[in-house]
Each structure stands twice: as structure tokens, then as C-alpha cells.
T-cell receptor, first 115, second 114 residues
Framework: NAGVTQTPKFQVLKTGQSMTLQCAQD?????MSWYRQDPGMGLRLIHY???????DQGEVPNGYNVSRSTTEDFPLRLLSAAPSQTSVYFC??????????????FGQGTRLTVV | GENVEQHPSTLSVQEGDSAVIKCTYS??????FPWYKQELGKGPQLIID?????GEKKDQRIAVTLNKTAKHFSLHITETQPEDSAVYFC?????????????FGSGTQLTVLP
């Protein structure tokens, strides 16, 4: 059981470049989310999805796009990378409380550096 | 929206001592409060959670308490061991309605000194 798989683990981008962070889960979870983790600021929600075809913005959505064409996949796109987007990105998935199941499972993270 | 504050940001304890981390939340509609442990280079992992209809929950050396009136909840780790050293995050959310996304505290770096 792979859980939540994120790729790549590390990435260096130049300012202005675009890229997609991949996230896949094999637990048939409805809810998927992207967080960024910065020192002293905890985990901040970027975008989330409550099911295939449905996405919404979180606390810090600017500069990022998402889509959810399947239950399993939830890619995060950086449109034009900026140094302020240097961070560690985590993808998470959960049942969202359905059936009383509330635990969120996180991927291993992607460490992104924008130079 | 929900706002979660967590204290302290760093905590050092001697092996065998207890550690306490405290969080407050703002949204009275939140009813689920998990705690996550993040080891170096890894993603957060759930260690214990509590729902709003319970005041305290314990799992071996770890316990969580919740005071709904004051809107605060705490993590207690007893008989700390070096492997407890990690970053701990509290979080809050609703389990019904549309606002089911976790809001995290800023994290506590716990160091257990041998």
C-alpha cells in the first residue's frame, strides 16, 4: 500500500520557469490538499479538492493552479516560479470525515528551491 | 476562518521528563483536533486525535486534553525518549459541512536530551 506519493522529492527552478508537482494516492480518498511548509509558519493550505472535478482555494493560492481529473491524482502547477515559492510542499489525502474517518495522510514532501 | 496558535515553538526536556505543548483555536464550529509528528525529512504523521465530545484521550505515553469552553487543547508526552524528538503540529477542523480542511499551528520543535 503506497499511500500518498509525491514526485519529485527535490527540485531547483529558475525564476519564471513553470513546473508541476505530482501527487497520487491509492486509498480512494475524496479529499486531497496541498500545503506549503515554511520555517516558523507551520503548514499553510494552498488548494484543496473534495472530489474529482472539484477544487477550491486555500489560504495561500496565488501563483499556483490545481486540477483533479481523477480521484487518485492531484497535481500542483507553478505557473511562473518566484523565489517566494521556495518551500517544502506536502500533499495530503483523507476521507474528510466520511464514515467517521478523519485521519489525513501526507506524502514525503517536495523540497523546491527557486533561484 | 479557523486560526490555530501553538506554543512553545521550541521545547527541550531531559529524557524521562514530561513535555506539554499547547494550542488554541478560534472557530467554535471546529470539532476535530489531531496532533501530527514530523520527523526530519518526512511528512507529518498522525499520533493522536480528539473529538469535541471528549475531554481527554490517552494512548500509552501520549495524551491529549481539550477544553471546548476555553478553545484550547494540549498534547502531553510522559517519560520522554530520544525518539520523541521531532516537530509536533496541532490542527483543527470541522468534520461536517464544507470547511473540512485542516488548519495547523506553527509547530513545536521538541528535543529530548539524553
Amino acid at each position: 500500500n503506497a499511500g500518498v506519493t509525491q514526485t519529485p522529492k527535490f527540485q531547483v527552478l529558475k525564476t519564471g520557469q513553470s513546473m508541476t508537482l505530482q501527487c497520487a494516492q491509492d486509498m480512494n480518498h475524496e479529499y486531497m490538499s496541498w500545503y506549503r511548509q515554511d520555517p516558523g509558519m507551520g503548514l499553510r493550505l494552498i488548494h484543496y479538492s473534495v472530489g474529482a472535478g472539484i477544487t477550491d482555494q486555500g489560504e495561500v493560492p496565488n501563483g499556483y493552479n490545481v486540477s483533479r481529473s481523477t480521484t487518485e491524482d492531484f497535481p500542483l502547477r507553478l505557473l511562473s516560479a518566484a523565489p517566494s515559492q521556495t518551500s517544502v510542499y506536502f500533499c495530503a489525502s483523507s476521507y474528510g470525515g466520511r464514515g467517521g474517518k478523519t485521519e489525513a495522510f501526507f506524502g514525503q514532501g517536495t523540497r523546491l528551491t527557486v533561484v | 476562518g479557523e486560526n490555530v496558535e501553538q506554543h512553545p515553538s521550541t521545547l527541550s526536556v531531559q529524557e524521562g521528563d514530561s513535555a506539554v505543548i499547547k494550542c488554541t483555536y478560534s472557530d467554535s464550529a471546529s470539532n476535530y483536533f489531531p496532533w501530527y509528528k514530523q520527523e526530519l525529512g518526512k511528512g507529518p504523521q498522525l499520533i493522536i486525535d480528539i473529538r469535541s465530545n471528549v475531554g481527554e484521550k490517552k494512548d500509552q505515553r501520549i495524551a491529549v486534553t481539550l477544553n471546548k469552553t476555553a478553545k484550547h487543547f494540549s498534547l502531553h508526552i510522559t517519560e520522554t525518549q530520544p525518539e520523541d524528538s521531532a516537530v509536533y503540529f496541532c490542527a483543527a477542523t470541522q468534520t461536517t459541512g464544507s470547511a473540512r480542511q485542516l488548519t495547523f499551528g506553527s509547530g513545536t520543535q521538541l528535543t529530548v536530551l539524553p
